[in-house]
């Protein structure tokens, strides 16, 4: 039988996990943000998006924001 004290070590240990990989997004994101060759303004419109919902805003970059349509 599982214990409480491991479902909270197994349960730690995700956590852990899912905050190193929302800080791997979120460095990511603003790399290859800054990196690109779009005007400032529209860096700093993304800027803001990412850094007011960083996850949501980092997944919608990766998917709009990398092609030029916005």
Do not use: C, E, Q
């Not at 990989?21 to 800027?47: E, Q, V």
């Amino acid at each position: 039988m599982i214990s409480l004290t491991s479902l909270l070590f197994i349960g730690n240990i995700f956590r852990f996990l899912f905050g190193i990989l929302w800080a791997i997004l979120i460095i990511y994101t603003l790399l290859d943000l800054f990196k690109s060759d779009k005007p400032t303004n529209t860096k700093l419109l993304w800027l803001i998006v990412i850094l007011i919902a960083p996850v949501f805003g980092s997944i919608v970059y990766i998917v709009l924001g990398k092609t030029n349509r916005i």
